[in-house]
Every structure is written in C-alpha cells, then in structure tokens.
C-alpha cells in the first residue's frame, strides 16, 4: 500500500470515527434521566474513541510528513 493510499485510508477512518462520536455524543444528551451506569458507560465509549481519533490524527501528520519528504526527494 503506497503512502497515499494509507493517508486516504486514514482520512476515511476519521471522518467514519468522527461521525460515530457525534451520533454516540447525540445519544447520550437524547438519554435524559436514564440508568446512570448504562450512561457512564456510552461515555466512556465516546472517550475510548476520541483517543482512537487522536491516535490516527497523529499517524495522519505522520504520512503527511513522509510525503512531503518523498515529493521533496523526487525533485
């Protein structure tokens, strides 16, 4: 898989992920005066993913950063 494409990948995660914490963050203010433990836990869910997008966001600059190098090196 050339760097390009894993970028493109990633960027495709993110965009997945992040709609998936909106929708989870939408759930949880829709839940109103519910069990308080089923609560806790679809926000720790939330939280588990924002690391998750954190994570590819890191590796996201990463490839971005390989590429420049590799365009650079290419003249």
């Given at each position: 898989?050339?760097?390009?494409?894993?970028?493109?990948?990633?960027?495709?995660?993110?965009?997945?992920?992040?709609?998936?914490?909106?929708?989870?963050?939408?759930?949880?203010?829709?839940?109103?005066?519910?069990?308080?433990?089923?609560?806790?836990?679809?926000?720790?869910?939330?939280?588990?993913?924002v690391e998750?997008?954190?994570?590819?966001?890191?590796?996201?600059?990463?490839?971005?950063?390989?590429?420049?190098?590799?365009?650079?090196?290419?003249?």
């Amino acid at each position: 898989m050339s760097t390009r494409d894993e970028l493109r990948r990633i960027e495709e995660d993110l965009a997945r992920l992040r709609a998936e914490n909106r929708d989870i963050r939408e759930q949880i203010r829709d839940m109103g005066a519910t069990d308080q433990i089923e609560k806790a836990a679809v926000i720790s869910q939330a939280d588990e993913q924002v690391e998750l997008i954190a994570d590819l966001e890191r590796r996201r600059d990463s490839l971005i950063a390989r590429l420049e190098k590799e365009e650079e090196a290419l003249g």
